[in-house]
């Protein structure tokens, strides 16, 4: 198994351009999950899945856009790249249950937006 | 507003010492409290603990849990530079939709 695989691995934007980052898993996992990390601030999530066809806003979704058309994907969309974008973003996934659970990182993208 | 805190947010030192990273948390209804450990690239699990004073333990690392003054450690023995990496902190709210809300890590380095 793969696991969770996210591309590209590292991405320079200009200011204003889009670009959208993939991550796929092949564990048959219900939730997914976007966050991004900055130095100093942990990690933050942008937008998350139940399932497939179905997203939702974390904690700072202002700017990207996702879509889960297949339950393995979970594509990432930043329409109009800003610098105060640039950071490394980590894709995520996990069971569905009603008890506690662990989530599985895929292995990050480097964003680079100037 | 829910909140993690981690303290340090960094340490260093000598191999074959013993480290102890805390976890502070304030949650509504807290369901678990999850340790990651995150070298180079992506976080990986370590330790989940949903209950008070039940040591979690895997090889020279162990984390316990105390729900009434709410907070966490991890505690690592006869450190070694393979244990050099930020570690992560996150708590689970029940009725959260299972996101978790995350520390801003402790950065470990470990010196020869």
């Known amino acids: 198994n793969a696991g969770v695989t996210q591309t590209p691995k590292f991405r320079v934007l200009k200011t204003g351009q889009s670009m959208t980052l993939l991550c796929a898993q092949d564990?048959?996992?219900?939730?997914m999950y976007w966050y991004r990390q900055d130095p100093g601030m942990g990690l933050r999530l942008i937008h998350y899945?139940?399932?497939?066809?179905?997203?939702a806003k974390g904690e700072v979704p202002d700017g990207y856009n996702v879509s889960r058309l297949k339950k393995q994907n979970f594509l990432l969309g930043l329409e109009s790249a800003a610098p105060s974008q640039t950071s490394v973003y980590f894709c995520?996934?996990?069971?569905?249950?009603?008890?506690?659970?662990?989530?599985?990182f895929g292995p990050g993208t480097r964003l680079t937006v100037t | 507003e829910d909140k993690v805190v981690q303290s340090p947010l960094s340490l260093v030192v000598h191999e074959g010492d013993t480290v102890t990273l805390n976890c502070s948390y304030e949650?509504?209804?807290?369901?678990?409290l999850l340790w990651y450990k995150q070298e180079k690239k992506a976080p990986t699990f370590l330790f989940m603990l949903?209950?008070s004073g039940i040591e979690k333990k895997s090889g020279r690392l162990s984390s316990i849990l105390d729900k009434k003054e709410l907070f966490s450690i991890l505690n690592i023995t006869a450190t070694q530079t393979g244990d050099s990496a930020i570690y992560l902190c996150?708590?689970?709210?029940?009725?959260?939709?299972?996101?978790?809300?995350w520390g801003a890590g402790t950065k470990l380095i470990i010196k020869p």
């Open positions: 995520a996934s996990s069971y569905s249950s009603t008890t506690s659970y662990e989530q599985y």
């Open positions: 564990m048959n996992h219900e939730y």
């Open positions: 949903t209950s």
């Open positions: 899945s139940v399932g497939e066809g179905t997203t």
């Open positions: 949650v509504t209804n807290f369901r678990s």
């Open positions: 996150a708590v689970e709210a029940v009725d959260s939709n299972y996101q978790l809300i």
